[in-house]
């Protein structure tokens, strides 16, 4: 394990690699405890580098063998090799073959970074710095050479060998019980990418041919016996690969493209060259073991990892700042593509919702960072929110403000320039600078600059003038590191709708045309007159969230309302209804805090009946209206004094008054939308079966009887995970015996099942009652659970942490106590797990003064402890960095 020593790294540090590898030679020969890696590479110092310097490789944890240059071992005092480094002083300044041998010890790598073993698979990941755990590297993702790779296993132990690229060559080692197999990537590219598994693997195969007529290999490999769960992303691939092809001209470029699904993975899946490997959640599905969302996720993520191939494998990352350059907009891509797959405003609807839980809340907390940092002490914490979901928000703004075709051109020629380099933020944007003949200098703060910004808006009418003004100002508060900050570009989609509930043509009184309805603010504060107007319009703004800000507007009740019913934009009548349960909450968790009794809205209930009253709507969208705020939603909405048991309180009576006034219709929908035919994981059937569920929840929080009754039987008698999920979630809200019997059926059902016994784990860390902590303390004992799987660990302390405001969050301070020891348990054995479960607190300041005190009692202890990792020191001591 690397230690706290390390220095941070600076992006104006940065300075090209003194050394290129032009080609890679791995030779592997599989063992569980002695894995012998030979590697042979062909060095060239790097003309664009400043003057000839000494070699110094990256290793983590390595034990050198022996090193030959040119073929001849290196005498002892030519170099010098620690686990962590291996340096040659004097190196020929001239091209030369470096052969270096390590051993690895798989089992014992319970870091998964590097080569480990996953279950009885061996498998590697090397995003960020896991190359360097294999062998001695330049390990820095502007080093990119061409890769051929050996693997040699026992037969009976490894059947399966794979590694990037198209297969060359493979067979028997003679007069042994060995195999071997050799793999050739010939797109250069950064070890990063690398990836090589061996193991007992089963497969499914299919073909894709391509645009230009080329065929290609498909093949999934999984857990042997696990074959039939793997069609619906094989399907996924196949849509995700035609997709790329006619959205954005790119097409495969290898003979093969395989997918294997591990049991033991830190991430959720990675787009190593032509073998992604992926954590099994998001490849393994069937009616009976995954719910609609686990297959809207697998969807996504399948679509995410291919579409790498060409953002942040073809064109990769210069050095880590870079990262949203390939997240960023990869997520962009991959949300589009659900998009056009699924359906758009419901889409847009979910993706907001997760941007403002996570990385709203994480650029309001003390862990802010740009989306593209400056500064970094460890990379493995900076695959978070900002940089991959606001990091897509800024790609979006670009399509928004350039148009389609701007923004295709801009694609186009980053492609066309890029191809086969590393590249930069700036290379980027210049390419739709260039391509559009648009200032963009600008907008370029959008990656400098955290924090949300916040736009107020002012309409007024005057009757006499017929014209209606908005007036505009932005504002961007201080985060860690930035207390002063400059005006952002930011391109706001809006309408007028008129008394008839129809957009106005948006004339701005100076002649100008607004174009495709949005307006760009570049200044603190902007005013647009709009001419033409005879009677007060109700402003709809940032219509399909046009832009990642936090917006507020003179609007009233009745105003948001009449968007509720009216706005042409589906994303905006969702908003409206949701600003009013949120204005609602906040309000009333101020008068709980007060002593003072809650208020109704009679107002909103309606506006939520007359949405389910609407057939036209997609059911869907229908049951994202009915979805109150979460309780994560309104703590960001308040900042401060937060306290979960007032939220808590505020959204149960919502809950319930709506269950209660609308109860009629929800049993009618609830009805209408049960049976209907065997089950089927497409949108439509989905959105459905959500509505259906969200009618159900809401009937039981009224505390209808007949509810729990109905829940505990659909539990018992559904066909699908989906349903059978959503309603033991609805029991276990409630404490009712039909809930634990539920419990205990679900266990022996899935017992044999890690993936649904995961579920199983969520949904107890769940409950929010004050039983709960015991019994997932209870539950890390279980013979299910482990500390060594991610999977199993986020299920359990993950939930809990993360999903169970009221009880992580206990005035008692015994919630916070257990998640720091568990992280301290964790952190020898799995850092970069251990300190994104840290991430828990990170709000922790704005938390009422009782619980903000416990919360930072827990993070002082955890800053105290001996020999932290570097991720989890690096987390502990931002979080608690003078605000
Ligand atoms: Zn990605």
Not at 76 to 88: C, K, M, N, Q, V
Not at 348 to 358: F, K, M, P, S
Not at 544 to 561: G, H, Q, Y
């Amino acid at each position: 394990m690397r230690t706290d020593q390390d220095q941070p790294v600076r992006l104006a540090d940065y300075q090209p690699s003194a050394w290129l590898v032009e080609t890679v030679h791995l030779d592997v020969a599989l063992n569980a405890t002695a894995t012998r890696v030979r590697a042979r590479l062909k060095l060239k110092p790097n003309t664009a580098a400043p003057a000839a310097a000494p070699l110094t490789l990256d290793g983590d944890g390595l034990a050198l063998q022996s090193i030959a240059l040119d073929g001849t071992a290196l005498p002892a005092d030519a170099y010098t090799a620690t686990p962590d480094t291996l340096s040659i002083a004097q190196p020929p300044q001239r091209p030369f073959e470096l052969t270096i041998e390590t051993l690895v010890d798989p089992t014992a790598n319970t870091q998964l970074s590097g080569l480990y073993r996953a279950g009885n698979t061996y498998c590697t990941q090397c995003e960020a710095e896991g190359f360097r755990r294999i062998t001695y590297f330049l390990d820095r993702p502007d080093v990119m050479a061409v890769y051929t790779t050996r693997i040699e296993a026992e037969k009976a132990d490894a059947p399966v060998l794979l590694a990037n690229g198209n297969l060359i060559e493979s067979g028997d080692v003679a007069g042994t019980t060995r195999h071997f197999a050799v793999w050739h990537d010939p797109f250069p590219k950064p070890s990063y990418l690398f990836a090589l598994v061996g193991g007992a693997l089963g497969h499914i195969e299919d073909t894709f041919v391509t645009m230009s007529g080329r065929r290609v290999a498909l093949r999934i490999y999984v857990e042997p016996g696990r074959e039939d769960r793997a069609g619906f992303a094989m399907d996924a691939l196949k849509r995700a690969m035609r997709w790329d092809e006619q959205a954005f001209g790119r097409e495969y470029d290898l003979d093969i493209f395989m997918i294997v699904a591990v049991s033991a993975f830190n991430m959720g899946a990675m787009e190593n060259k032509g073998l992604n490997v992926f954590n099994d959640k998001y490849v393994l599905a069937s009616p009976e073991t995954a719910t609609d969302i686990d297959y809207a996720s697998i969807d996504g993520i399948i679509a995410h990892e291919y579409f790498h191939n060409w953002t942040g494998n073809r064109i990769t990352c210069r050095d880590w700042f870079q990262l949203c350059l390939k997240e960023g907009l990869t997520v962009f891509r991959d949300q589009e593509y659900t998009a056009d797959q699924r359906s758009r405003p419901v889409k847009r609807i979910t993706d907001v919702r997760l941007l403002r839980a996570h990385q709203f809340v994480e650029d309001a907390g003390p862990l802010a960072h740009p989306v593209r940092p400056e500064i970094y002490r460890e990379i493995n914490n900076f695959y978070t929110a900002t940089v991959y979901e606001k990091g897509a928000e800024i790609v979006r703004m670009l399509k928004t403000m350039l148009g389609a075709q701007g923004f295709r051109a801009g694609m186009d020629l980053y492609f066309q320039r890029h191809d086969g380099h590393a590249a930069t933020v700036e290379d980027f944007i210049a390419c739709f600078a260039d391509a559009t003949e648009t200032d963009l200098a600008q907008f370029m703060r959008w990656y400098r600059q955290a924090g949300t910004p916040e736009v107020a808006v002012t309409l007024s009418h005057d009757p006499k003038t017929k014209t209606c003004t908005l007036d505009l100002t932005q504002m961007l508060r201080p985060t860690p590191g930035q207390p002063d900050k400059e005006p952002m570009v930011i391109p706001l989609a809006l309408g007028l709708v008129g008394p008839d509930g129809r957009d106005l043509p948006l004339r701005l009184a100076d002649g100008r045309t607004v174009e495709h309805g949005v307006v760009t603010l570049t200044q603190p504060t902007e005013v647009f007159v709009f001419a033409g107007v005879p009677a007060r319009p109700v402003a709809s703004l940032n219509r399909a969230f046009s832009a990642p800000v936090k917006l507020t507007a003179n609007l009233t009740a009745d105003e948001l309302r009449f968007l509720a019913a009216h706005d042409s934009d589906p994303f905006n009548r969702w908003q409206a209804l949701q600003t009013l349960g949120s204005t609602l909450l906040t309000d009333n968790v101020k008068a709980l805090r007060a002593g003072a009794a809650m208020r109704t809205d009679a107002g909103l209930i309606d506006a939520l009946g007359a949405i389910l009253a609407e057939p036209a709507l997609e059911p869907a969208f229908v049951a994202q209206a009915l979805t109150v705020p979460s309780e994560a939603d309104i703590a960001r909405e308040l900042g401060h004094d937060v306290d979960p048991d007032a939220i808590f309180a505020a959204r149960v009576a919502l809950r319930a008054a709506i269950g209660d006034a609308l109860g009629a219709a929800l049993r009618e929908t609830y009805r209408r939308l049960s049976g209907g035919g065997p089950y089927s994981p497409d949108a439509a059937s989905a959105g459905r079966r959500s509505l259906k569920n969200v009618a159900l929840d809401l009937l039981a929080a009224a505390g209808s009887a007949a509810a729990i009754a109905r829940a505990a039987q659909q539990y018992h008698t559904a066909d699908n995970m989906t349903d059978r999920m959503a309603a033991i979630a609805t029991l276990s809200f409630h404490p009712v015996p039909e809930r634990q019997a539920a419990i205990d059926d679900f266990y022996r059902r899935f017992q044999a099942d890690p993936l649904v016994i995961d579920k199983w784990f969520a949904l107890q860390a769940g409950i929010p009652e004050a039983a709960t902590l015991a019994r997932v303390q209870e539950l890390t004992r279980h013979p299910a659970f482990s500390l060594g799987n991610p999977n199993r660990v986020r299920s359990l302390i993950g939930a809990f942490a993360q999903m169970n405001q009221t009880q992580f969050n206990r005035a008692d301070g015994t919630g916070y106590a257990f998640v720091a020891d568990t992280i301290l348990a964790l952190d020898g054995r799995n850092p970069q797990v251990a300190s994104r479960m840290m991430t828990a607190f990170k709000s922790w300041r704005a938390l009422e003064a009782g619980r903000r005190a416990k919360a930072e009692g827990e993070l002082r202890r955890v800053a105290a402890a001996q020999s932290l990792s570097t991720d989890v020191r690096d987390i502990v001591e931002r979080s608690l960095a003078p605000a």
